[in-house]
């Protein structure tokens, strides 16, 4: 299954890593066929209800998580969970990356995730890459909060499609995260194959050389999926969790490239599911379904308002204050120990951590 932006020109995509079932444009994953949910019966399919159903609302959701009549729950997060800790997405006007990346002379800007475009100049790839040096950026309030759901053992599975690393370094374990488009942990040889620790590139990549391998000098990549190539095999766990799961929440993401985007139609239709993000986007758009509930806005406000109906706040400012002095290597910098001290005031003035 390779990764494909709905507006890129038609492509064939394969599916898992056991032959290739190719796929021709606008390839879907199928609805969710079966699942235990929290809800008997389907529930109508039209957005806010329907049938004589009432409106389900953000405190409807918090019921349900508060009184664990719903603890299988899914989430799909994009590139605006991370925008609050300063690292841009990719599509807002003028400031995702893709503006931004124009300065490279691209054709488009996704050429930068595409390995044509790759073999004939790594450089915008790299001079994007640097920007995301792990530890440049922390977790925000977002990220932490999807740590205190796995922690109250409601986190049945994170799916992700950033590649910046910080829903590890919040403290989700591997067995709960699957990166769909890979991260930027390790790396491989795009000619010999050699796989390579992350560190190993690094060094290149912050002085704006084109890291090599050093045994055949073939260009190393990190293990981001490009667009054309096949996801992990950890994604066909969406096999399983999807119909399993009985509560679908979607953080920050324009659902724009599939196959991830899909996965929102894949839990059975009586699943609620939470779209928090800036604008309505993908089938909660175009296919609303009657227990979807959308908080419009930024997404920290909007996780901030979900904490409080669910009476989690100190839970989830006790995280991230126990949590911020191991994430934050800068803490020993003059800026970090006036962030850190900053947060150690936080029992005084409750801001929140969004930085
Ligand atoms: N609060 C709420 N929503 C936000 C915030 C915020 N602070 N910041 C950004 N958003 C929203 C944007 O309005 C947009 O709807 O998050 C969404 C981010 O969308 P994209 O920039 O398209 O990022 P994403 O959905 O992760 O892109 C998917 O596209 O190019 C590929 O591989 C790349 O993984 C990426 C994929
Ligand atoms: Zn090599």
């Known amino acids: 299954m ?77 590139a605006g969970i991370s925008t609050p800790s300063g690292i841009p997405d990719f599509r807002s006007p003028g400031v995702g990356y893709y503006s931004i990346l124009q300065q490279y002379k691209l054709p488009y800007p996704e050429a930068i995730f595409e390995l044509s475009f790759f073999f004939h100049d790594p450089k915008p790839f790299f001079t994007f890459a640097k920007k995301l040096y792990p530890g440049n950026y922390r977790p925000n309030a977002t990220h932490y909060f999807l740590r205190l759901l796995h922690e109250k053992g409601l986190l049945l599975r994170l799916y992700t499609q950033n590649i910046d690393g910080l829903e590890r370094a919040s403290g989700i374990p591997d067995s709960k995260l699957v990166e769909a488009h890979g991260s930027l942990a390790s790396a491989t040889c795009t000619t010999c194959r050699r796989p390579y620790p992350g560190e190993d590139f690094w060094a290149d990549v912050m002085v704006d050389r084109v890291p090599r391998c050093p045994v055949c000098s ?51 239709s009586s699943v609620p599911r939470l779209l928090i993000n800036r604008d309505l986007v993908g089938s909660l ?15 920290v406000h909007g996780v901030k308002r979900l904490v409080e109906l669910l009476g989690w706040t100190d839970d989830l ?35 929140w951590l969004t930085l």
């Not at 390839?27 to 389900?56: E, L, M, N, Y």
């Not at 959701?61 to 508060?66: D, F, Q, S």
């Not at 006790?318 to 803490?331: C, M, N, S």
């Open 2 to 78: 390779a990764l494909f932006p709905c507006s890129a020109v038609p492509a064939l995509r394969f599916w898992g890593l056991r032959g290739a079932r190719a796929w021709t444009r606008w390839p879907r994953i199928p609805g969710g066929g079966w699942s235990v949910s929290c809800f008997a019966g389907a529930s109508s399919d039209t957005g806010g209800g329907g049938h004589g159903q009432k409106k389900f609302l953000l405190q409807d959701i918090a019921e349900l998580i508060k009184t664990r009549a719903c603890q299988r729950v899914v989430v799909m997060v994009g």
């Open 218 to 268: 073939g260009v190393t990549k990190p293990d981001i999926v490009f667009f054309g190539e096949p996801l992990p095999a950890r994604f066909l766990l969406h096999l399983a969790d999807f119909p399993m799961a009985d509560l679908l929440l979607i953080l920050g993401t324009s659902l724009e490239v599939e196959p991830f985007a899909s996965l929102s139609d894949a839990v059975r």
């Open 285 to 299: 758009a175009r296919n609303p379904r009657g227990r979807d509930v959308v908080q419009l806005g930024d997404v």
């Open 317 to 351: 400012q006790d995280l991230i204050q126990r949590e911020t002095g191991k994430v934050w290597p800068a803490a020993q910098s003059q800026e970090g120990s006036l962030l850190l001290r900053g947060l150690l005031d936080l029992e005084q003035s409750p801001v």
